[in-house]
């Protein structure tokens, strides 16, 4: 006899996670499925030889104070798990203009700039926060908690009046990509090419198919005078847990190791899904958290059809290059946790192996790594194409070969900052897009979506199969730790119903 829930939530990533843990809250028997051995999905950590390695996002916000516009930050608060969070105010970034330290709050950073272009620059970049200030305004006025799927959006407006009336000028910016407002106000060439960085950094792709609502909110953070990021102490895999004690604390379950082989309909309803074992389990709602493509692998062919080929045309970001290392810290007192390097703006910032990420957390977690060592993830963001590696398998000296001269690029940059950084490693684990692929089963290893916010917003978390819904970055609002977070909510949102959903916004006082 097969075993019955009422929510089952295909892929335990960040956005599953908190689809599970508020449905559990709200009273739902829940339970999570995830293939892999780590919760997290894109953000799960794992550990070699003493070393607490990152498998994602090195980049986090508004975590550490309350109240937070971070959907990630509500859903933890609301589920009572706090988060020990080490903030801090800078990061280096290497360019083509040289190797600079950037702080977070907009006087450190108006100084940068300042000094490298000219004062007048600088009261360029303040304009823009000015200009910027209200748009974050509009889009804090209306959290993304509080959105319920498939609603009448006007009046879901109409029911937060009071709270929107003073920002209905600025909301119109908030639906569309960023390039518009940038184009606008920015004429500096290294303010632009610094927005296109950031931009690509959140959501894969440029400023002209970059959320305006996320950028702006994003600005509204970092460029606050009390501004700072937050690295959360034990890394993505604290996060991760932290939202796994939500769950369960509630009364739900995460199962490890489970692979789900398809979604069981009874006529365009979905009831369930079987394992790869053979085992069916059946729920009255069943959330895909798992990349669209895979998602509708789960689905038989002949069932929605039409939404079926729609969604299957969904373009999709390129993929990483990863490289994880432990090494010997002696000397390096100065690191910083993070380098951004970029290699020739002219290339454009999407252009493969143009631009890199480094995070050293021990730097600031000295828990990460053994004693006197140091951990780093480095990934290119992104950025790698799929189809060299497409026919390759992996292990093959092909392969291998491949990978070598890929990877070559995260040594020639830590090069120029720890000449001897190869003599110093005592763990050396590089990735591919097969890697991403293998470990996390997204497809061709992407980052997810390539949606352009010109063209509209991303799908919602509804799906034309009673009881199907989707959560994480193949959902509204799309990419990113702080939406995919959202994802889950309004998914949760759906499910529990609206009574459930004002009860969580009045525990947050949103």
């Not at 990460?368 to 790698?384: D, F, K």
């Not at 398998?393 to 190869?422: M, N």
């Not at 692929?437 to 509804?462: C, E, I, N, Q």
Request: hydrophobic share 40%; aromatic share 8%; glycine share 10%.
């Amino acid at each position: 006899m097969s075993r019955h829930c009422d929510v089952i939530v295909v892929g335990s990533g960040i956005g599953g996670l908190c689809c599970g843990a508020l449905c559990a809250r709200g009273g739902r028997d829940v339970l999570v499925l995830e293939a892999h051995s780590q919760p997290g999905g894109a953000a799960h950590g794992f550990t070699r030889s003493g070393y607490h390695f990152e498998s994602g996002p090195s980049l986090w916000s508004g975590l550490g104070r309350w109240p937070s516009s971070n959907p990630l930050a509500q859903i933890l608060r609301a589920l009572d798990q706090p988060l020990e969070v080490i903030s801090y105010r800078d990061w280096d970034v290497i360019f083509p203009e040289g190797h600079l330290r950037i702080g977070v709050g907009s006087t450190d950073f108006e100084a940068v700039v300042s000094d490298l272009r000219s004062p007048a620059v600088a009261q360029e970049w303040r304009s823009f926060m000015e200009v910027l200030q209200p748009i974050a305004a509009a889009a804090d006025a209306l959290p993304l908690l509080a959105l319920r799927p498939g609603a009448d959006v006007m009046g879901q407006l109409l029911r937060r009046g009071s709270q929107l009336l003073p920002h209905l000028a600025a909301m119109r910016h908030l639906g569309g990509a960023f390039a518009p407002l940038v184009d606008k106000h920015l004429s500096d060439p290294f303010l632009r090419h610094w927005v296109d960085l950031l931009c690509f950094l959140i959501s894969g792709m440029p400023m002209a198919d970059t959320n305006a609502a996320a950028m702006a909110t994003l600005f509204g953070e970092w460029f606050d005078p009390e501004a700072s990021l937050d690295y959360p102490k034990g890394g993505s895999a604290a996060v991760a847990a932290a939202l796994v004690r939500g769950l369960e604390a509630h009364g739900g379950q995460l199962q490890l190791r489970c692979s789900v082989r398809r979604v069981l309909l009874e006529g365009e309803r979905a009831v369930g899904v079987e394992l790869e074992n053979g085992e069916q389990i059946r729920a009255d709602h069943v959330v895909s958290n798992a990349d669209i493509w895979s998602t509708l692998e789960l689905l038989p062919q002949e069932s929605v059809q039409r939404w079926q080929r729609k969604r299957a045309q969904t373009p999709a970001c390129q993929s990483f290059l990863h490289l994880h290392l432990g090494f010997d810290a002696t000397g390096l007192e100065d690191l910083p946790i993070h380098t951004v390097w970029v290699g020739d703006w002219e290339r454009g910032i999407t252009a493969d192996r143009n631009a890199a990420v480094f995070s050293v957390p021990s730097v600031l977690d000295p828990s990460m790594a053994p004693a006197g060592r140091h951990v780093l993830h480095a990934y290119t963001p992104a950025n790698e194409p799929w189809d060299p590696w497409s026919s390759l398998q992996r292990g093959s000296a092909a392969y291998e070969q491949l990978k070598r001269e890929r990877c070559s690029l995260f040594w020639q940059v830590l090069e120029q900052r720890i000449p001897d950084i190869r003599d110093r490693c005592d763990v050396v684990m590089e990735g591919t897009p097969l890697s991403h692929r293998h470990f996390l089963g997204v497809h061709k290893g992407s980052y997810g979506p390539a949606l352009s916010a010109a063209d509209g917003l991303f799908p919602g978390v509804t799906t034309p199969l009673e009881g199907f819904w989707m959560c994480g970055a193949s959902t509204f609002p799309g990419i990113g730790i702080p939406p995919v977070a959202a994802s889950g909510a309004l998914a949760a949102n759906g499910i529990l119903g609206r009574k459930a959903q004002q009860e969580l916004l009045e525990s947050l006082s949103l």
